[in-house]
């Protein structure tokens, strides 16, 4: 596993429940999900080498948008889809 999604999970896992955020002034879609910037995205798989995607890999922020995490190029990395999926499932509890 990447250290640096390693060292994520840790903070996520050590931060009690009550200092976790959800993200009440973050902007949302028609579906109550917070808005992403396909611009930012765009940007961060060009920076990535990737401008049309890397198969088998998604876009993933290392601090979740839910946490208050920026929806920057700064805060996204490359992740297969099965390791993404596992992290949803630890970082967005209480979010």
């Known amino acids: 596993m990447n250290l640096r ?6 903070c996520l896992c050590l931060t009690p429940l009550a200092e976790a ?3 009440d002034l973050c902007s949302r ?3 109550g999900r917070i808005a992403r910037s396909h611009a930012a995205k765009k940007e961060f ?3 990535q080498g990737w401008p049309n995607g890397r198969p ?5 922020h290392t601090v979740p948008l839910a946490c208050g995490g920026a929806d920057t190029p700064g805060n996204m990395n ?10 949803d499932k630890v970082e967005r ?3």
């Open 78 to 87: 490359l992740m297969p889809l099965e390791q993404k999926r596992l992290k």
């Open 93 to 95: 509890k209480g979010c």
């Open 21 to 23: 955020k959800r993200c």
């Open 56 to 60: 088998g890999y998604h876009v993933d």
């Open 45 to 47: 798989l060009r920076q």
């Open 5 to 10: 999604i390693l060292a994520v999970l840790l």
């Open 29 to 31: 879609d028609k579906h």
